[in-house]
């Protein structure tokens, strides 16, 4: 059975202390291939070419099934924001203890997601969605990173710890998996932070043309011990780990996810 791995995001609008649903649920959409949420949640519920406004990552779960010979896992992230006005048919309750989401089975099979399993003809390049997990590890006025080895697009700049997550796999398991075998550091997930998405074509590690949409979850974690960090995972993306001060990070060489969770750890270092 193939396996297919998909995103859906779900917006909670949240007024004076009541909250917009659609038919009962947050309104929410698919992530088409090359989409970031708030374009995917503008072509599904309108609000011009920009989508409504999200922001913070509130929630993340996860569902598994079979459908049309295929095993599904389907990804449900949902995002703070600001709905479209206007949106026909929407109405505002309180706000319930657990977000109202669509229901996994009602996130049907599109299918324009079947090209991401079909053969690619010739040179043209293989149509890739990455769901990745990174954490924002902070300890002492450091951040926790990783340098990418010569195996990746980027080698010797630095990155957040963390990587892809598989097939079955919730993300929040994955990325405390993937923190312990770039680092050897054992993290507790602490909070949510945002998620961010990208689009373009290259050459992934094998050499393999991919017309490549990352979508990238970053949450806030501890270390259960903090110690100095060692890569176990040797000959991967990943060939150094360490503790960067907070005010050194920028300097280095941090590619965009990074970048990302360099400024959510300085957001919080400033909370008092």
């Known amino acids: 059975m193939s396996a297919l791995q998909r995103v859906a ?21 698919l992530l088409a291939h090359g989409e970031t949420p708030a374009a995917a949640l503008a072509r599904v ?9 999200t922001g ?23 995002l703070a924001g600001r709905a479209p006005g206007g949106l026909a048919g929407a109405q505002r ?35 890739r969605q990455r769901l990745a997990c990174y954490a ?19 080698p010797g700049r630095w990155t957040l710890p963390g990587g892809g997550v598989d097939h079955g796999e919730h993300p929040l398991t994955a990325v405390v998996r993937e923190v312990h075998e770039e680092t050897g550091m054992d993290v507790r997930v602490t909070g949510l932070a ?12 094998r ?18 011990e903090v110690r100095e960090p060692e890569v176990l995972d040797v000959g991967g ?18 590619v965009g996810v990074a970048l990302r969770g360099l400024r959510i750890a300085l957001g919080d270092a400033r909370v008092p």
């Open 237 to 254: 993306s990943t060939d150094l780990a360490r503790w960067v001060p907070l005010a050194e990070a920028e300097g280095v060489g941090l």
């Open 45 to 53: 519920h309108g609000g011009g070419p920009g989508g409504p406004e």
């Open 56 to 78: 913070e990552l509130l929630a993340v779960v996860d569902g598994r099934r079979e459908d049309d010979g295929l095993d599904l896992h389907t990804v449900h992230l949902v």
């Open 9 to 29: 995001v779900h917006l909670a609008d949240v007024q004076d202390g009541r909250l917009l649903v659609l038919d009962g649920v947050l309104p929410w959409a």
């Open 194 to 205: 945002e998620i961010g998405a990208e689009h373009f074509t290259g050459r992934s590690p």
């Open 93 to 127: 309750v309180p706000v319930p203890q657990e977000w109202p989401l669509a229901a996994d089975a009602d996130v049907v099979l599109d299918p324009a997601e079947r090209v991401r399993l079909s053969p690619v003809p010739g040179d043209a390049p293989v149509v």
């Open 136 to 154: 924002v590890v902070v300890s002492d006025g450091a951040l926790l990173l990783t340098r990418l080895s010569a195996r990746t697009p980027s």
């Open 207 to 224: 050499g393999v043309l991919e017309d490549f949409h990352a979508v990238r979850v970053l949450v806030r974690a501890e270390p259960l």
